[in-house]
């Protein structure tokens, strides 16, 4: 199911899982599209996935995926960064796939808690409700904390508040002060 032209980055997106499916990478779609089944639609021209991956293993990855054609380059963040390591996956026609290499903060167990959502006669997994909430707050922008008052208010299943708190201490004090914050709108 590869892009045909611009505006394509879902369907990339789609080939891209279909590698980490075979190699069994677990990974969770992150960002816009995440953000779009828990509520928030927004246009969007790349698309977002973290991968359970340590550090070293992205270049292994890396390398897999431009014997598949894709143009792919990793990128590796400073000690201050709370992205550890990207890999930008990319084609001709300008769609884009970043490959989130962990996220500092990030339970470990985010993985086993994706959300599997058809599309296009494939399966993508999405990042668990309450671990995107959690994340929102980490990112803290305005439009971030949106995205997790709208996911908290967007199915008709109640959020685990339990497990919610814990994995957002996991993000620090910010993040924990922006959930409570949000929890008491």
């Known amino acids: ?11 990339l997106l ?3 899982v279909a590698l ?12 816009a599209l995440a953000a779009s089944v828990y509520g928030t639609v927004r246009a969007t021209t790349d698309a977002d996935a973290l991968v359970s991956l340590p550090a070293p293993k992205l270049a292994a990855l890396e390398r897999r995926l431009r014997r598949q054609g894709f143009t792919a380059a990793l990128h590796r963040g400073d000690a201050d960064d709370p ?10 026609f300008g769609n884009r796939v970043d490959l989130l290499g962990g996220l500092r903060g990030l339970d470990p ?11 296009s006669g494939r399966t993508l997994r ?15 922008g305005p439009q971030d904390l949106l995205d997790a ?21 996991r993000f620090g004090r910010p993040a924990a002060d922006a959930l409570e914050r949000l929890l008491a709108a």
Not at 1 to 11: D, K, V
Not at 20 to 31: N, S
Request: proline content about 5%.
């Open 109 to 119: 167990a985010a993985f086993e808690r994706t959300l599997p959502v058809p599309f």
């Open 83 to 92: 992205i550890p390591a990207l890999i930008a996956v990319s084609d001709g």
């Open 14 to 16: 789609l080939d891209v």
């Open 20 to 31: 980490l499916d075979r190699e069994r990478i677990a990974y969770g779609v992150v960002g």
């Open 1 to 11: 199911m590869s892009a045909t032209g611009p505006g394509q980055s879902l369907l």
């Open 126 to 140: 999405i990042i668990g409700r309450e671990d995107f909430i959690a994340m929102k707050c980490f990112a803290g």
């Open 149 to 169: 008052q709208d996911a908290m208010r967007a199915t008709n299943r109640r959020v685990d508040l339990d497990l919610l708190r814990r994995i957002t201490r």
